[in-house]
């Protein structure tokens, strides 16, 4: 005899979790980057790092901080608080590019930008990351198109180790543009080791061109200074000869608020 047993189905739930990105459409470019909107994936580079440490205790990192630059050049603040540090630590690092999805995004309330936007992004545990192997940016994040000052280095003083900190010992350096203005900058701490090294070791009649980006001048006086500020301010010098009897031109690229 023939039995007829029920058909059966076996129905397993379905996996809600989404891919990061799907096409390159779903891309948020940083200038449209709005609080209202809540699931957007962008693809940037970290072209700078530092840790904020805890106002409470000196020895303890409260952040990590970040300024993340989009293929076309823009560029905008984000943040990552300690207690997310297991999640995303590993994938914060400079020059590293990513994809980001679901970010925090809130008025930037610093007293200067290091991005263009009025916004600041944040990691909060609904993030997620992925690494991308295909960023066509700027590698230095530098587009060459838009910075802030431009000359060449016509004089520099030695380091004053005045202080016991050596956090606050600073070099003078004196920049001319073409139309013959002048600008002051005070370099701190490792980048004023870092520059003075680079121009005593690259002493030659050929002009030192420094290009600053971030800029943030004070004018006191009526004559315009700037300084680097903390770890934020990152150099980048490069060295060139077209030929042997041709004059070497280096580049020297300030990031940070200055």
């Given at each position: 005899m023939n039995k007829n047993y029920p058909l059966t189905l076996s129905i397993q739930p379905m996996n809600k979790?989404?891919?990061?990105?799907?096409?390159?459409?779903?891309?948020?470019?940083?200038?449209?980057?709005?609080?209202?909107?809540?699931?957007?994936?962008?693809?940037?580079?970290?072209?700078?790092?530092w840790t904020q440490m805890s106002k409470f205790d000196a020895n303890d990192t409260y952040s990590i901080e970040t300024i993340m630059m989009h293929e076309e050049g823009r560029k905008i603040h984000?943040?990552?608080?300690?207690?997310?540090?297991?999640?995303?630590?590993?994938?914060?690092?400079?020059?590293?590019?990513?994809?980001?999805?679901?970010?925090?995004?809130?008025?930037?309330?610093l007293s200067f930008n290091f991005g263009d936007p009025d916004s600041k992004l944040t990691l909060n545990p609904y993030t997620t990351v992925k690494e991308c192997e295909n960023f066509y940016g700027s590698p230095h994040g530098f587009p060459f198109v838009d910075f802030n000052i431009i000359g060449h280095v016509f004089e520099y003083g030695r380091i004053d180790t005045s202080e016991q900190d050596r956090s606050k010992h600073k070099m003078l350096m004196h920049?001319?543009?073409?139309?013959?203005?002048?600008l002051k900058v005070t370099l701190w701490s490792h980048n004023a080791y870092y520059m003075h090294d680079f121009l005593v070791n690259n002493n030659t009649f050929a002009?030192?061109?420094?290009?600053?980006?971030?800029?943030?001048?004070?004018?006191?006086?009526?004559?315009?200074?700037?300084?680097?500020?903390f770890d934020v301010s990152m150099f980048f010098c490069k060295q060139r000869y077209n030929s042997p009897n041709s004059p070497c031109i280096i580049h020297s690229y300030i990031f940070g608020d200055l």
């Open positions: 979790k989404q891919p990061i990105i799907s096409t390159m459409e779903d891309i948020t470019l940083i200038k449209d980057i709005d609080s209202i909107k809540e699931d957007f994936t962008i693809k940037v580079l970290i072209i700078c790092l984000a943040s990552c608080l300690k207690k997310w540090f297991s999640r995303f630590v590993r994938y914060l690092k400079e020059d590293t590019s990513l994809y980001i999805r679901k970010l925090n995004v809130a008025p930037n309330t920049l001319q543009d073409i139309e013959d203005t002048k002009p030192i061109v420094v290009i600053v980006q971030f800029a943030k001048v004070k004018f006191i006086n009526g004559r315009p200074f700037t300084s680097t500020y």
